[in-house]
């Protein structure tokens, strides 16, 4: 406890204190040993600290009983934790108990907590074990919004645009893990056949290749077009099929990865080529014209001598792309140009990745956990990448359906590195979010 207020004799024993400290164990009851008594003076102290905007009732009392001022350590497991326990602490917390007709009501706020409506604030703090900063939602009430509970959710990263900076420099690429992009240019979607049932089933994340940065992807997987005189991503059943959809134009994904790092130069990007779509039956002309937008981008990795991308260190790498490719043509290590390979060997890129084709989420998650025990862990000549997708199929529900189900399973990752004790290089995901990355994330962290 850091500072207080209670109304006048309603602690004549002081019990508390400047400096008390309090455990209250697996049961997360709030005892404290205090009257219950409202006064003007408690609610004055606690409005000359704590905004209406910076609490859970976004008002300002009239009167409290008393008013604490606590750093306050939780600890949290379920939601977008999975069965990790987390130790988050919450500094500058102020706490205080008023009144609601007949019963009595709790407020919880302070400067890290901005309100977000419907009795609950955000709220920042520091979780113990990873050492990144969080945020949570913090409800005034749980279910049915008892006026004397607080219930804590949305564990989330506070900094997933630059979390590479927490990254030791001297670390190898094959020692990170980084969420990654499934279908990245996909955040936008046009030229779509047929035009009205297409896109459920093509698009794949919400968001444009910055806003996936920004989110915490670092890993991108890029299909090239040339549709109606410009290069453009897409998402459709094969490199000469009409079905599916154009995504975002590749001179915009460029941009923005290059205005992305140029705002974060602690972070690495790592962009792959493939599956480049037919041009008048010639995908050399696609690949020409890739190249030459790729020569004009400046923040290319680019090391003649390399041999393995994967023993390349961050120190190295931060604030550029490693563009690797998954064909022959245009390759050069001098100018950046690296050869992807499928597996676990072969160009100076290897990645083991393996889709699963599945729409049921129990047998993709079996599928990747194999391949997981068998290929994946850290340190490793080749990267390995968990793909924690599931395919839509006829009759099935579309990309964005899936994807919900796939990633309300990825923080029990944990649990799994855990208990393989190794952990994935990439996890390959559809629509990218912070609230999804999180858990990826912090499995450069915790130790596991």
Known sequence: MTGLSITDGQDPKRHNYVGLQKA???????????????????ASWWNARVSANQCTFNDRPGGLNFAFNVDLVVKLTGGNLGSRVATVRLDDVYIAQGSAGSSNNWWFGGRHCVHIGGGRVRIEGLDVDTNLKVHLTVKRGGTGNPVNHFEFSDYSVVSTHDWMKHVDSATTLNRIVMPGSHDAGMGETRHCAPAVLTPGFSRTQHHTVRGQLNHGARYFDLRVDYDKGRLVSYHRAGTNSPNGCSGQYMDSIFSDVDSFLAANPSETVILKFSQIRTYQRDSNVTKRLLDEHIERFSRRYEDASVRNLAHVLLGDARGKAI??????????????RYRYRDGTSGGQLAVYDKYSNTSN??????????????????????????????????????????AKLANAALPELDRYAKEYRSKPNIVYIDFVDSSVTSSIIALNFNGT
């Open 24 to 42: 209250f164990g697996d049961s997360g009851i709030l005892n404290f040993s205090v009257g219950r008594k409202s006064s003007s003076s408690v």
């Open 323 to 336: 563009m690797v490719f998954d064909y022959d043509e245009h390759l050069s290590l001098a100018k950046g």
């Open 361 to 402: 989420l129990a047998a993709m998650r079996d599928d990747q956990l194999k391949k997981w025990r068998e290929f994946g862990g850290l340190g490793k000549n080749h990267l390995f990448l968990l793909s924690w997708t599931l395919t839509p199929h006829f009759l099935s529900a579309s990309v964005e359906g899936l």
